[in-house]
């Protein structure tokens, strides 16, 4: 059974997830949606900032634990690509949130107290420790060859795999589900072999 609180918040997460501008969806029409009173929602929150704030919070505590989920794969291409899809998965499910991660927009969330922007800058370490590792993984199969990487070689990857995953998920780009993980795969082992 979902409490109130937990209803508010469902309101407040389809909003976020069908792009609504939250600023101009009114505390009123979220009680409404959640069929309770204005005043039920000030039980819960002090104001709609910080509505808006924990929503998002429990949204980025909710993605962080897809993205940094034990990987199974313990090969480098097999781990690369349940990394991808960990972040397929968290992009089909709030396409503007994965973005603020992947690519350093926290300015989306400016507003909404610093513990938001403190807990994106942590995934964000957090997925940069990953594909670290991954990468390791290349080194000692022998797949990548150690080069003193370039500074902006993580940008470059973090790009591709954005990039891909973005036209994917926009409906830019027809190609299956498996087809994307290899071309995105074979495009960063590509570039990682080139610079």
Same mark, same amino acid.
């Given at each position: 059974?979902?409490?109130? +609180?937990? +209803?508010?918040?469902?309101?407040?997460?389809?909003?976020?997830?069908?792009?609504?501008? &939250?600023?101009? /969806?009114?505390?009123?029409?979220?009680?409404?949606?959640?069929?309770?009173?204005?005043?039920?929602?000030?039980?819960?929150?002090?104001?709609?900032?910080?509505?808006?704030?924990?929503?998002?919070?429990?949204?980025?505590?909710?993605?962080?634990?897809?993205?940094?989920?034990?990987?199974?794969?313990?090969?480098? +291409? @097999?781990?690369?690509?349940?990394?991808?899809?960990?972040?397929?998965? /968290?992009?089909?499910?709030?396409?503007?949130?994965?973005?603020?991660?992947?690519?350093?927009?926290?300015?989306?969330?400016? @507003?909404?107290?610093?513990?938001?922007?403190?807990?994106?800058?942590?995934?964000?370490?957090?997925?940069?420790?990953?594909?670290?590792?991954?990468?390791?993984?290349? &080194?000692?199969?022998?797949?990548?060859?150690?080069?003193?990487?370039?500074?902006?070689? +993580?940008?470059?990857?973090?790009?591709?795999?954005? @990039?891909?995953?973005?036209?994917?998920?926009?409906?830019?780009?027809?190609?299956?589900?498996?087809?994307?993980?290899?071309?995105?795969?074979?495009?960063?082992?590509?570039?990682?072999?080139?610079?």
């Amino acid at each position: 059974m979902q409490t109130t +609180k937990d +209803k508010i918040l469902s309101i407040v997460i389809s909003h976020i997830k069908d792009g609504s501008n &939250l600023i101009n /969806v009114s505390l009123a029409k979220i009680a409404s949606e959640a069929e309770i009173g204005k005043s039920t929602v000030y039980e819960y929150f002090n104001s709609k900032e910080e509505l808006i704030s924990e929503t998002y919070m429990y949204l980025l505590k909710h993605y962080e634990s897809i993205l940094t989920s034990d990987i199974e794969q313990m090969d480098f +291409k @097999g781990a690369f690509i349940e990394q991808i899809k960990k972040i397929l998965v /968290v992009m089909k499910d709030a396409r503007s949130i994965m973005d603020a991660i992947m690519n350093h927009q926290q300015g989306s969330f400016i @507003g909404f107290g610093k513990n938001i922007e403190v807990c994106i800058h942590g995934i964000q370490k957090k997925m940069e420790e990953r594909f670290e590792s991954i990468i390791k993984l290349g &080194l000692i199969e022998g797949v990548i060859e150690y080069k003193e990487p370039k500074p902006y070689v +993580k940008n470059v990857i973090q790009a591709v795999i954005s @990039g891909l995953l973005y036209q994917y998920v926009n409906l830019e780009m027809y190609i299956e589900e498996d087809e994307l993980f290899e071309l995105i795969y074979h495009q960063v082992l590509l570039f990682i072999k080139n610079n």
